[in-house]
T-cell receptor, first 114, second 113 residues
Framework: NAGVTQTPKFRVLKTGQSMTLLCAQDMNHEYMYWYRQDPGMGLRLIHYSVGEGTTAKGEVPDGYNVSRLKKQNFLLGLESAAPSQTSVYFC?????????????FGEGSRLTVL | KQEVTQIPAALSVPEGENLVLNCSFTDSAIYNLQWFRQDPGKGLTSLLLIQSSQREQTSGRLNASLDKSSGRSTLYIAASQPGDSATYLCAVRGSGNTDKLIFGTGTRLQVFP
């Protein structure tokens, strides 16, 4: 029962470096999301996807890009990392209709930008 | 813009107590509300999902209620145990854009023996 898997779990970057976070789900879910979680600010939506080949912006999309080339994978990219992007990143997925879908989360990826 | 508030931010209770966690939202036009549990260093685990047409959902010792008109939901935990210690978050899926969930900042619960 893998569910939602995120890699890597930890990463340290220097300012200006780039990286990609990978999210994989094995539940055949249509919807996938990337959130960031910061102390005192709760979870904020970065980008999301309602199906293979689609992406959309969330609340805090600046500095991030995403791709959903395969239904089971949702990639989050940082082209030029900044210290403000130090955070814990969570991927989530939900089943079918967006109005009823229960959200399932990965374990998180802790990113530090120096 | 939908805003979700959870009070209190932290709660410490002795084992065996019944307790209530609160979640308030500013826009009552929601599709559903979901309660999650988050253990330190872990992801979120879904506890209960309440559709807008429902007033409550129950799972074991947990009961969640929803009052859309007043913009409130409560999570009731019966006979609390040390294993219930975690952060509890609520999230609402609003009517403006049903693709998005808006999260509260959570209530950190500690149950001591």
């Amino acid at each position: 029962n893998a569910g939602v898997t995120q890699t890597p779990k930890f990463r340290v970057l220097k300012t200006g470096q780039s990286m990609t976070l990978l999210c994989a789900q094995d539940m055949n879910h249509e919807y996938m999301y990337w959130y960031r979680q910061d102390p005192g600010m709760g979870l904020r939506l970065i980008h999301y996807s309602v199906g293979e080949g689609t992406t959309a912006k969330g609340e805090v999309p600046d500095g991030y890009n995403v791709s959903r080339l395969k239904k089971q994978n949702f990639l989050l990219g940082l082209e030029s990392a900044a210290p403000s992007q130090t955070s814990v990143y969570f991927c989530a997925s939900s089943r079918t209709r967006r109005t009823t879908g229960e959200l399932f989360f990965g374990e998180g990826s802790r990113l530090t930008v120096l | 813009k939908q805003e979700v508030t959870q009070i209190p931010a932290a709660l410490s209770v002795p084992e065996g107590e019944n307790l209530v966690l609160n979640c308030s939202f500013t826009d009552s036009a929601i599709y559903n509300l979901q309660w999650f549990r988050q253990d330190p260093g872990k992801g979120l685990t879904s506890l209960l999902l309440i559709q807008s047409s429902q007033r409550e959902q129950t799972s074991g010792r947990l009961n969640a209620s929803l009052d859309k008109s007043s913009g409130r939901s409560t999570l009731y935990i019966a006979a609390s145990q040390p294993g219930d210690s975690a952060t509890y978050l609520c999230a609402v899926r609003g009517s403006g854009n049903t693709d998005k969930l808006i999260f509260g900042t959570g209530t950190r619960l500690q149950v001591f023996p």
